[in-house]
């Protein structure tokens, strides 16, 4: 069963307005693109509401205000909200002077990592979308109605700049289970694999943290993206973090997706971490981890895809808090009577891949349920965008931290481990404290 709680006639009596024009963004260093360029551009939460972001290596997209929001649940929502958005583009009206894949009509989007959930999904259709994308930088402006006025103004849509607030203090304190009862969690789960029942199970581990002030998104945002600047940054719908994972992108008739499962944590000592990324390269354990997960996506995209191109090994990606197993899976969409698929439907297809899940898909899902003691929410679920042309991006939300909106100063912090037959239940709890560095930091004040 799907519910959709508003229909955009409900909500947009009039038809969506959209005006994209060409921008000179400059850069803080010369022609290298700052994420910071993006990311300073978002007003406070208090001026337009929670922002949204998708950024890597200084491109992406920054957006604010909310012209249209969507929300769905069960099983077909993703289907659901591709469905909606679709009835309120046939109506837009469209001024796109750029013409790049971000610019025109955008909505960000957010996932339940669970059929069950009743987080569901939540499409946002913003007021304001600021993109960058190869030296080319644009301004979208989306309304409803009722005709598309003067083009837009970058200075006059951000305003007065109000750099971000420091969290101050933050304290943490167990989540769904101590640290202790996760090792039990994920011992359970070396149990059901090594009984037959799953090959591989992926179990999370949430902490709550608590801020001395009130969280400012843009605060950690920021951090993030200066940090980790090999990832996706985003934030959407109070859902933030950095993924190092790419779910789908969808572009002109090709798809990546980037696949990690295998997982070493750093050092801080540079010979010592190459030393690190040797053993990783070559353990049995994380290697076979990768396969299921690599398997998964492949068997996933292969139904949309007249081609695609697997690698014969993965490579290892470095982040400075930890070591990946990595593999970019690609294809070219073809085959399909009625035109290709949309970003959405197929992170719809691949979600949820073994990587975040496990194998089989709904005897992990089933085992995550069982085990875990809370509802994961929108952790570990597709986060990211589409356009008008259904080309986008969409990551899945790991590393992430989900704010309160009851509580400004509550922020649940998650992390994931792969659990396969070789798995050790204190080196998984390692490994997930090495995975919610990210977010840790994010939120420190120093």
Known sequence: MSTLTSAPADRLPHPLVVRTVALDLPTRAGDAAD???LLDLLPPAAREGTPLAWVRRGDGLVAWGEVLRLEVTGAARF?????????VLARAVVRDEVQVPGSGPVAFGSFAFDDES?????????????????????????????????APVLDELVGQHVPPASPGAVTYTDGAVTAEGWRDVVAAGIAEVRAGRVEKVVLARDVVARTAEPLDVRWALQRLASAYPSCWTFSVDGLLGATPELLVRSEKGLVTSRVLA???????????DVARAAILAHSSKDLEE?????????????????????????????????LHLASDVTGVLGGQAHGHPSSLALAAALHPTAAVC????RAAAELIR????MDRARYAGPVGWFGADGDGEWGIALRSAQTDPADPHRVRLFAGCGIVAASDPAAELAESEAKLVPMRTALSSD
């Open 79 to 87: 289907a659901d909200a591709e469905a909606v958005w679709r009835e």
């Open 290 to 322: 990768h396969e299921y997960a690599v398997t998964s996506v492949a068997h996933a995209l292969e139904p949309f895809c007249s081609s695609t191109n697997v690698p014969d090994v993965p490579f290892v990606l470095h982040l400075p808090n930890v």
């Open 35 to 37: 994420p910071a360029d």
């Open 358 to 361: 496990g194998t089989p898909t």
């Open 370 to 373: 069982r085990l875990e003691g």
């Open 118 to 150: 009743a987080a569901g999904g939540v499409i946002v259709v913003p007021r304001v979308v600021v993109g960058r994308r190869a030296g080319r930088a644009w301004l979208t402006t989306m309304a409803a109605g009722p005709d598309l006025g003067p």
């Open 262 to 272: 295998g997982t070493i944590r750093r050092t801080g000592d540079d010979e010592a």
